[in-house]
Structure formats: structure tokens, C-alpha cells
């Protein structure tokens, strides 16, 4: 498997809950042999509305954080230029969803002409479940249960891909994050029902699968997707690519090997490899 991650790069200079500079990861990058990395720095939010918590604590508004996204996108663009033949970096971001993002990302996607977006839903009913266990209990609480829970995502995740689809869907089964059960959580009828939709539409838009190996770092056994997921996704021709999802130099290439047998299991066809890098399938936007 040729060394690339599509879903990566997420530095403390541009990120709050991340660590290190953007130029250190992706030397990092380099240093392990990389031959393309996607940066892909989370989106500003529309609002203060849809700041995070530690962001609240740390006095951000929405403005400063869409100026800091401004300089990211620069950064990037600079680096890209510094490693040009010796590395492929594409220059994305990572979606939210939730009211107001569809135009939003338009908008963030053309003014910053973006090579691609990963898209991603970290949130449900508008309401954040993966910042904390207490927030993730406290949404399955308000939704009546892991299972409508588990619903909403899914439901959330198809409305996100056939309005801004994304390049890249990030950690499909984002949703398992804190059920120990999630096996079984996954197979109840009307949430399988709609994994194979998603997966579905996830084909039908030309979508490339993330796995993302940071579910490696949070104790998980299996990287988002989990293995019956990803034979479903095989099954359909959809193509993967790693993500370590890194959020400073250490993380950088977390789990590679892992993600690289678990490619090899669902099987040749599935793994993208340099299929991705090797033409540019993310063609950036025009202004």
C-alpha cells in the first residue's frame, strides 16, 4: 500500500485541540516516507453559534476563527510549493454539519479554492457527540437511545454527502465512538438499513472511503470503518484510502500496517493505493 493519507494534517498552529506547527507535521510526513498527504484543518464555524466548547473557553469567535482559516489555507499553499516533487500535499478541510453548512462549504470551497473536502458530521440534531463521554451520552439521552441516535447520524451523514459531496467521507462510523456495543448497535434493522444507503450513496457521488486509524489512538480494536462495514463497501467498489487523522508530528502515520492488512483482507480491488495521487481527481476548484 503506497504511503498517502487523505485525512490528515490537523496542527496546533490552526487547530485548538491539536498540537505542533503545520510545517512539523508535514516534514513529518516526509520523514516517514509519504508520497502525498492530504491536509485537511477543520472548517471554520458559520457562527458562534457552532463554536466548541474549548473554543468558547478560549474566547474565539467564529470571525477570528474564518481569518485563522485564511491563514492556514496560505501556509499550505506555501508548503505545497516547498515539497513540490518530493511530495504531493493536497490542500483540503474537514466538514461539519449541521444548519447552514451546505451553503457554507460552497462558499469556503470556492473562496479558498480547495482541492477537495472530507466530509465529515461530529455533530446530531445540532448537537455535538463526539467532544466529550458526557457529551455523547447526553445526545443519545435527547434522542431517546444509542439506537435513534445511531439513526440520526446516519440520517445526518446522507443529508451532508448529496449536499457538499465530499471527495473523501470521513470516519463513516464516527457514531460507535463510546458503545462498547457497537456491533450490535450497528446490525439493529433500521440503522443497517441505512449504513448500506450511505454506503451507497457513498459510491453513487465517487466518494473515496476513509480509514481512519485514530480510532486506533481513542482504544478502539477497529479503525472507522470497522471490518463488516468495509466488506459491504468492498462488495460495492468503493474505494478507501488510509487516514491517520493526526493532530501533531507523533500521530503522523499512526496505524499504518494495521489499516494496510485490514485493506488486504476486503481485498485488491477495494484498495486505492496510489490510485488517488497519481492524477488529480481532486482538481481545484476556479474562482
Excluded at 473554543?55 to 505545497?80: I, S
Excluded at 462558499?107 to 457527540?129: I, K, M, N, P
Excluded at 443529508?159 to 460507535?176: N, T
Aim: charged content about 25%; glycine content about 10%; hydrophobic content about 40%.
Amino acid at each position: 500500500m503506497k504511503r498517502i493519507s487523505l485525512h490528515g494534517g490537523h496542527s496546533g498552529q490552526f487547530c485548538d485541540h491539536a498540537r505542533d506547527t503545520l510545517a512539523e507535521i508535514v516534514a513529518a510526513y516526509y520523514a516517514a516516507g509519504f508520497e502525498c498527504v492530504g491536509l485537511t484543518e477543520h472548517m471554520p464555524p458559520l457562527s458562534d453559534a457552532w463554536l466548541y466548547p474549548d473554543e468558547v473557553e478560549l474566547a474565539r469567535t467564529a470571525a477570528w476563527m474564518q481569518e485563522r482559516f485564511a491563514r492556514y489555507v496560505a501556509e499550505a499553499r506555501r508548503l505545497e510549493r516547498e515539497y513540490a516533487g518530493r511530495m504531493r500535499i493536497l490542500v483540503g478541510m474537514e466538514s461539519e454539519w449541521y444548519p447552514g453548512c451546505g451553503e457554507w462549504v460552497a462558499r469556503l470551497r470556492r473562496e479558498h479554492a480547495l482541492d477537495y473536502v472530507v466530509g465529515s458530521v461530529h455533530h446530531v440534531d445540532g448537537q455535538c457527540f463526539d467532544y466529550s463521554k458526557e457529551a455523547y451520552a447526553d445526545a443519545a439521552d435527547r434522542l431517546g437511545g444509542l439506537e435513534p441516535m445511531y439513526q440520526a447520524y446516519f440520517d445526518s451523514q446522507l443529508a451532508m454527502m448529496q449536499a457538499i459531496k465530499p471527495e473523501v467521507v470521513g470516519h463513516f462510523d464516527l457514531i460507535r465512538l463510546h458503545d462498547p456495543n457497537y456491533p450490535d448497535t450497528l446490525a439493529k434493522p433500521e440503522v443497517l438499513r441505512r449504513v448500506m444507503r450511505n454506503l451507497e450513496c457513498v459510491r453513487d457521488i465517487g466518494a473515496v472511503l476513509d480509514i481512519n486509524a485514530r480510532a486506533f489512538l481513542k482504544g478502539q480494536a477497529e479503525p472507522y470503518v470497522c471490518g463488516f462495514i468495509l466488506e459491504f463497501a468492498s462488495g460495492m467498489g468503493i474505494r478507501f484510502a488510509y487516514g491517520d487523522d493526526a493532530h501533531g508530528a507523533e500521530d503522523v502515520g499512526f496505524g499504518f500496517e494495521k489499516v494496510g492488512a485490514l485493506l488486504g483482507y476486503a481485498g485488491d480491488q477495494s484498495v486505492i493505493s496510489c490510485e488517488v495521487q497519481a492524477k488529480p481527481v481532486f482538481s481545484r476548484p476556479t474562482k
